[in-house]
């Protein structure tokens, strides 16, 4: 399973791209504003920080204007994956720009049928949320494990990327189920980064390697 960061801060992005885990990035209309600062100019740094799928949301809610913006976001660089929202207009405008050429990421997934649809209207990419699932009461972890089941019987190519994730056993339960991506938060990589046993062993050998006063 691939990991691909999701944050539009600039900060976290390089950051965590230092640790060479990162194959992508995914923003949302929410994660852009919490910046406050010009749209196109974090997406351009965002493009010179990674070098893999950039995931960049549409606002239009009919297919007309999606296709405009997606073509327009497509434009500042060939990385840039366009996220258009699983809806009756964002479907007509995956299937225009899978025909283009144009990556697509049909976002705000929480049925497996939806997620069969968009594949099917020729994205690249699927982003089934989990955490909101989990926030209702629901199995998230079901719903990935129901997608992966479904692209495995026909041979679907569209990737799936396990979004809206919370925790690092959401992480470990899609990584168990196949999926191909999971698109992480900067807090939950350090999450899965750290293990108290891991400090506690550091710590150990720093303090018997004084006591002996070895010296390199
Ligand atoms: C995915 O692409 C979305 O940006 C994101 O994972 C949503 O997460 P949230 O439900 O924590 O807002």
């Keep these: 399973m691939k ?3 999701d944050t539009a801060n600039v ?3 390089r950051e965590a791209n230092e640790l060479g885990v990162i194959a992508g990035v995914t923003t949302n209309p929410s994660l852009i504003a919490k910046e406050g600062r010009d749209f196109i100019e974090i997406v351009k740094e965002i493009t010179a920080i990674v070098d893999g ?3 960049v949301e ?3 809610t009919e297919h007309e204007g999606m296709i405009k913006e997606a073509k327009e976001l497509a434009n ?6 366009i996220k258009i929202p699983m809806t009756v207009e964002g479907l007509k ?5 899978s025909k283009e050429g144009i990556k697509t990421n049909v976002t705000l997934i929480f ?9 099917r209207a020729g994205a690249t990419y699927v982003s089934p949320f989990v955490g909101r699932l989990d926030d209702i009461s629901t199995d998230g972890m079901s719903l990935i494990s129901q997608i992966v089941q479904i692209f495995k019987n026909y041979g679907i190519k569209t990737e799936i990327i396990v979004a809206s994730v919370r925790n690092p056993v959401h992480v470990l339960e899609a990584a168990k189920l196949g999926a191909d991506i999971a698109t992480v938060p900067y807090k939950v990589i350090m999450q899965m980064v750290k293990h108290p046993l891991t400090d506690i062993g550091i710590e150990k050998f720093m303090k018997d390697w004084e006591s002996a006063k070895m010296k390199i």
């Design 3 to 5: 990991f691909f960061i």
């Design 11 to 13: 900060n976290e992005i």
């Design 53 to 55: 799928p950039i995931s």
């Design 58 to 60: 549409v606002i239009s």
């Design 76 to 81: 500042i660089h060939e990385n840039i994956v």
């Design 93 to 97: 405008a995956v299937k225009v720009l």
């Design 111 to 119: 049925s497996a049928t939806q997620a069969l649809l968009a594949a």
